[in-house]
C-alpha cells in the first residue's frame, strides 16, 4: 500500500515569488509519482509525472519536480508564479509491483491550495 | 475528442433515496476508474474497469455501491440507501492503458444527501 502526505495544506505567495509545495511518500513497491493541479469548477489536470531516469521533471505551464529517493519525497516548484497558479494542487503515486505491474489506481495526497497575491 | 464528461454535476438527494452516476470516458480508453473525494481531501480510489470487467473494488465501497461499464463504454455508479456520510465529489478519469498511464479526469458529480 502507499501513502502521501502533503505537509503544506495552504500556501500564500506573492505574484512573481518562488514556490515549493512539499510532498513525501511511503511505500513498499516502487512507485511512479504524479502531479496534479485543480482549479476552482474543473477536473484534475496533470501537471508532470516521473516514471524514471532524470530525477527532475519539467511539466506545464513552468512547474517542475525532483524525486529524491532517499527522503522519499517529490517536491514542485515553480520559479515564479502568477494569478493564474491560485488552485489545489495535488501529490499522487501509484505503486509499481513484481514484473512490472501497476494496476494504475492513484493514491492522492491530502492537496495544498496555492494562492498567489497580487 | 471532447474528454471525459460526467451526469449530472450536482444532485441533491434525500437520505434513504437510490442515486446513479454515469461516466462517459475518453473513446478509446480502455481503464476507466473512479474516485471520491471528500471536503479538504484528495481523492480516494473506489473501483476501476478494463473495458467492460471491473478488476478492483477497494474497502470503500460498500455492499451500498455498485458499478458497472457495459459493453466497456460509459460507465454507472449508483448508491443504494443513500447516507449522509456519502456526500462528496464522485471523480471519473479514464486511461488509455493502466499502470503509469495519464489518467484525464471528469469535472465530477457532486452529491449532497439531506
Known amino acids: 500500500a502507499q501513502s502521501v502526505t502533503q505537509l503544506d495544506s495552504q500556501v500564500p505567495v506573492f505574484e512573481e515569488a518562488p514556490v515549493e509545495l512539499r510532498c513525501n511518500y511511503s511505500s513498499s513497491v516502487s512507485v511512479y509519482l504524479f502531479w496534479y493541479v485543480q482549479y476552482p469548477n474543473q477536473g484534475l489536470q496533470l501537471l508532470l509525472k516521473?516514471?524514471?531516469?532524470?530525477?527532475l521533471v519539467k511539466g506545464i505551464n513552468g512547474f517542475e519536480a525532483e524525486f529524491n529517493k532517499s527522503q522519499t519525497s517529490f517536491h514542485l516548484r515553480k520559479p515564479s508564479v502568477h494569478i493564474s497558479d491560485t488552485a489545489e494542487y495535488f501529490c499522487?503515486?501509484?505503486?509499481?509491483?513484481?514484473?512490472?505491474?501497476?494496476?494504475?489506481?492513484?493514491?492522492f495526497g491530502q492537496g495544498t491550495i496555492l494562492t498567489v497575491h497580487p | 475528442d471532447t474528454g471525459v464528461s460526467q451526469n449530472p454535476r450536482h444532485k441533491i438527494t434525500k437520505r434513504g433515496q437510490n442515486v446513479t452516476f454515469r461516466c462517459d470516458p475518453i473513446?478509446?480508453?480502455?481503464?476507466l476508474y473512479w474516485y471520491r473525494q471528500t471536503l479538504g481531501q484528495g481523492p480516494e480510489f473506489l473501483t476501476y474497469f478494463q473495458n467492460e470487467a471491473q478488476l478492483e473494488k477497494s474497502r470503500l465501497l460498500s455492499d451500498r455501491f455498485s458499478a458497472e461499464r457495459p459493453k466497456g463504454s460509459f460507465s454507472t455508479l449508483e448508491i443504494q440507501r443513500t447516507e449522509q456520510g456519502d456526500s462528496a465529489m464522485y471523480l471519473c478519469?479514464?486511461?488509455?492503458?493502466?499502470?503509469?498511464?495519464?489518467?484525464?479526469f471528469g469535472p465530477g458529480t457532486r452529491l449532497t444527501v439531506t
Open positions: 478519469a479514464s486511461s488509455l492503458r493502466g499502470g503509469a498511464s495519464e489518467q484525464y
Open positions: 473513446s478509446e480508453h480502455n481503464r
Open positions: 499522487a503515486v501509484v505503486g509499481e509491483y513484481a514484473g512490472g505491474t501497476s494496476y494504475g489506481k492513484l493514491t
Open positions: 516521473y516514471l524514471s531516469g532524470s530525477t
